[in-house]
T-cell receptor
Framework: DVKVTQSSRYLVKRTGEKVFLECVQD?????MFWYRQDPGLGLRLIYF???????EKGDIPEGYSVSREKKERFSLILESASTNQTSMYLC????????????????FGPGTRLTVT | LAKTTQPISMDSYEGQEVNITCSHN???????ITWYQQFPSQGPRFIIQ???TKVTNEVASLFIPADRKSSTLSLPRVSLSDTAVYYC????????????FGPGTRLSVLP
């Protein structure tokens, strides 16, 4: 089974702090994604990466950055945390393109609930 | 991007068949239709994917009419453990990043 792990289930940070959320997948997937999930809004894509050191903005990249130095690891960085970044953060990975339609199937981690006070 | 519309919530009783319909009027020719399930405090989990007609697996069936402007997820004989949020996604591109998760349908299965 594909396993996607996230560094913390719960995190509490203060406004202005720099926050790192780590995600690791163990199935040699090419694509990795970061979403945030808020009540009534579903999941919104922040950033995704299709290869090491490659990144693309999603729908809501403002206030976030990402890093992918190794294929299995994708980090989400909040440069200066703000209260409106309090949310559930979900990491996902998928096989990648040229793998047929199932290459788009995303495997999600358990999520990190971040509270910024 | 193909936008999807699905009911916000549904109630059912144990043992019943549940059908959740999703509208996607501007689906593109190369788009696939994918459904995910999410339990509280967990990430979404893939259920089923299809392009046209009918797809069935051990968990659910997916019915897609010829015009592909809608699709119906069918869950046979639901149990309490099927209580979850179900997301309908439409898209296909090089990286899969355009699969948009809307608010989903919150299914409550009652005893």
């Amino acid at each position: 089974d594909v396993k996607v792990t996230q560094s913390s289930r719960y995190l509490v940070k203060r406004t202005g702090e720099k926050v790192f959320l780590e995600c690791v997948q163990d199935m040699d997937h090419e694509n990795m994604f970061w979403y945030r999930q808020d009540p009534g809004l579903g999941l919104r894509l922040i950033y995704f990466s299709y290869d090491v050191k490659m990144k693309e903005k999603g729908d809501i990249p403002e206030g976030y950055s990402v890093s992918r130095e190794k294929k299995e690891r994708f980090s989400l960085i909040l440069e200066s945390a703000s209260t409106n970044q309090t949310s559930m953060y979900l990491c996902a990975s998928s096989l990648g393109r040229d793998r047929g339609p199932r290459g788009y199937e995303q495997y999600f981690g358990p999520g990190t609930r971040l509270t910024v006070t | 991007l193909a936008k999807t519309t699905q009911p916000i919530s549904m109630d059912s009783y144990e043992g019943q068949e549940v059908n959740i319909t999703c509208s996607h009027n501007n689906i593109a020719t190369n788009d696939y239709i994918t459904w995910y399930q999410q339990f509280p405090s967990q990430g979404p989990r893939f259920i089923i994917q299809g392009y046209k007609t009918k797809v069935t697996n051990e968990v659910a069936s997916l019915f897609i009419p010829a015009d592909r402007k809608s699709s119906t997820l069918s869950l046979p004989r639901v149990s309490l453990s099927d209580t979850a949020v179900y997301y309908c996604l439409v898209g296909a591109n090089n990286y899969g990043q355009n699969f948009v998760f809307g608010p989903g349908t919150r299914l409550s299965v009652l005893p």
